[in-house]
């Protein structure tokens, strides 16, 4: 078969490795162990074998239960998705490993830790499912029930993964110096602390590792809803979906690539990935009848009972797996826990549904449960599947699939050597995983995915003059703080009118002042300013931070950068005032080796003001401080 032209779409291939559950056929000679370390480490060299994208695992926070009691076909199959992904990562070179960690029932501190050691580990390919966790029955193991609204969930997960990247992000470059002359292993001023207030958390902490080979995990998700379209086209690099027919998936994936522009983002910077089972044959005809029979037979008949129950909301003793549906009309218990696939809206409607499609159909209670449940999403010949998959991906229904089989640890072998070969001979799948270029180590997840390494947040302090359109922003929010703080309180006026007390040219260089914003990727979000005070010493008059962007570290850096420049400009001496009912200021000060010209120990709402100094480093010649240019 002749190579696609250069214009192909890549296909993306992702190995599942399943629970125990209907879609595992546990009962099948050829099936192992979930638990023993043998099926994943063959199952992950498979796929690398295969040259896979990566590995990817689901978890189970508590096995399911079914009428009050343990489901007996989800016992076993559910380790701790962090242990699996060090294994696999140990025994494998190139291909990426992503397992499935609730946002919901964690803590961003210590899961972000954790994948940042493995990504350490693994030289950069981990990646990280985010889940949101549905209810209390999962709650129940930690204490919390079902402690979040459903409308709560996203917003836990939003902030979740934005604290997360804050701490990956919070080790700058050159940030380990590692130099043995000087004994300095670390320099502290390149190792943000992460102070975070928000509505979920209330964090401050120092990140124990520093940025990963590939900047950060990937990020996957697999939610469905509006919302959680939302939060992937906001936060996700991946989406695992379920939207596996082909116009359907069409649809899914011009809604959410079509959301991407709003959140500032490409096409590209996105993989949607939907799940899919198979069955492969010589023929089209035998790949048929081999999907039949893997269907009836992960429908068991307790399998086919359960699922119906499920749905029916009541016990239904007696129920024949080979017989019709049952005639006892739906009650409104719940049977089936920690499964979100069996919950309907209305199981009197659900039920006439499948009632009207088995007499229609023809089928028995099993059958129409193998129907609903067990349909395989590529069946084929080899020929078949590979054309199906290249079809998929160049007509924009999905980037790629995540392959479930039906056998573990071997169901991927058949693919691997029988349709991988075809989508190479076509040209839209790599015979190789591609090195890092310049040192020749195994790629990176992002490498292998084709995505960027996340930039370094840009940061950069400008001079401004008052009046320039990036100060405004720091101005109205100074405003509207003071006036809601002060109002005419302390001052008799509006508080947001000191700076306009003094001409903007005070805070020019000509004058002995500054006045400088702190950017990070161009948007402003800190600032300060300074004028002349006396011959040798500088007055900062006020130094202020966006709401938003609190509490992370920034006005450390622009107090700092001012002190710099009133360095520069020839002062050697800084005082400064702070208005009263500001500790987090005063704090500031304090810990930046400001001398206090008050009594400390006064509660701050019994000094009017609070008056600070402190004496300033000449500068080189090359305009840093001294001790700078020495060092």
Do not use: C
């Not at 919390?144 to 609204?149: D, I, K, Y």
């Not at 991407?260 to 492969?280: H, W």
């Not at 919950?343 to 229609?360: K, N, P, S, T």
Request: net charge negative; no cysteine.
């Amino acid at each position: 078969m002749s190579a696609a032209p250069e214009t192909a779409r890549r296909v993306h291939l992702v190995a599942h490795f399943p629970g125990v559950n209907s879609t595992t056929v546990w009962s099948d000679p050829a099936s192992g162990s979930h638990i023993d370390f043998e099926s994943f480490r063959r199952f992950a060299q498979t796929a690398e074998r295969g040259r896979f994208d990566y590995v990817f695992l689901a978890e189970g926070l508590r096995v399911r239960e079914h009428g009050g009691r343990i489901h007996d076909l989800d016992v076993a199959g559910r380790p701790a998705t962090l242990a699996i992904l060090t294994a696999m990562a140990s025994v494998t070179r190139s291909i990426g490993v992503v397992g499935t960690l609730s946002s919901t029932f964690n803590e961003p501190v210590e899961l972000a830790r954790q994948l940042a050691t493995i990504d350490h580990l693994s030289g950069g390919r981990v990646g990280w499912n985010v889940v949101t966790s549905p209810d209390a029955f999962h709650g129940g193991n930690f204490r919390r029930g079902g402690f979040l609204p459903y409308a709560e969930r996203y917003t836990r997960a939003e902030e979740f993964v934005e604290l997360a990247k804050e701490l990956w992000d919070s080790w700058e470059a050159g940030a380990i110096l590692a130099d043995r002359a000087a004994g300095r292993f670390v320099d502290p001023e390149r190792v943000r602390r992460v102070v975070h207030r928000g509505p979920q958390f209330d964090v401050s902490a120092t990140s124990t590792v520093p940025r990963s080979p590939q900047g950060y995990p990937v990020i996957v998700q697999a939610g469905d809803s509006p919302a959680g379209r939302d939060f992937a086209a906001a936060n996700a690099e991946i989406i695992f979906s379920r939207h596996t027919g082909f116009a359907d998936g069409q649809r899914f994936y011009r809604d959410v690539k079509g959301r991407l522009p709003a959140a500032g983002r490409t096409e590209e910077s996105l993989l949607i990935l939907p799940g899919a089972t198979f069955a492969l044959g010589d023929t089209d005809a035998e790949a048929r009848e081999r999907s039949r029979e893997i269907a009836l037979a992960q429908t068991s008949p307790q399998t086919a009972i359960a699922w119906v129950e499920a749905i029916w909301g009541r016990e239904l003793p007696g129920l024949d797996p080979d017989g019709a549906l049952p005639a006892q009309e739906p009650g409104d218990g719940e049977q089936r826990q920690g499964q979100v696939s069996t919950r309907v809206e209305d199981r009197v409607v659900r039920a006439e549904q499948l009632r009207d499609r088995a007499r229609r159909e023809g089928l028995t209670l099993r059958e129409l449960v193998a129907a609903e449940t067990a349909q395989h999403t590529l069946v084929g010949s080899p020929e078949t599947v590979a054309a199906e998959i290249d079809r998929y991906v160049r007509e924009r229904a999905s980037d790629g699939f995540v392959l479930v089989p039906h056998i573990t640890p071997g169901g991927l072998d058949e693919f691997v050597d029988r349709v991988v070969p075809l989508l190479q001979e076509r040209g839209v799948f790599r015979t190789d995983y591609a090195a890092d270029p310049v040192t020749g180590a195994a790629p990176t997840l992002r490498r292998t995915l084709g995505l960027p390494t996340p930039p370094r947040p840009r940061t950069e302090v400008r001079r401004v003059h008052v009046s320039d359109p990036l100060a405004k922003p720091l101005l109205d929010d100074l405003e509207r703080e003071y006036d809601a703080r002060y109002g005419v309180e302390v001052f008799g006026e509006p508080a947001s009118t000191e700076l306009a007390r003094y001409p903007a040219e005070a805070f020019a260089e000509p004058h002995g002042g500054a006045f400088l914003v702190l950017l990070r990727d161009g948007e402003p979000i800190s600032g300060g300013a300074f004028m002349r005070h006396s011959d040798d010493t500088a007055e900062f008059k006020r130094i202020w931070t966006r709401p938003d962007h609190r509490g992370r570290g920034v006005a450390k850096v622009v107090l700092t950068e001012l002190e710099r420049e009133a360095a520069r400009l020839g002062y050697s001496r800084v005082y400064l005032t702070t208005g009263p009912r500001q500790p987090e200021a005063v704090a500031l000060y304090l810990g930046h080796g400001y001398t206090p010209l008050f009594d400390p120990a006064l509660p701050a709402d019994e000094v009017g003001v609070h008056p600070f100094e402190k004496p300033l480093a000449p500068v080189g010649a090359a305009g840093a401080t001294a001790q700078e240019a020495a060092a």
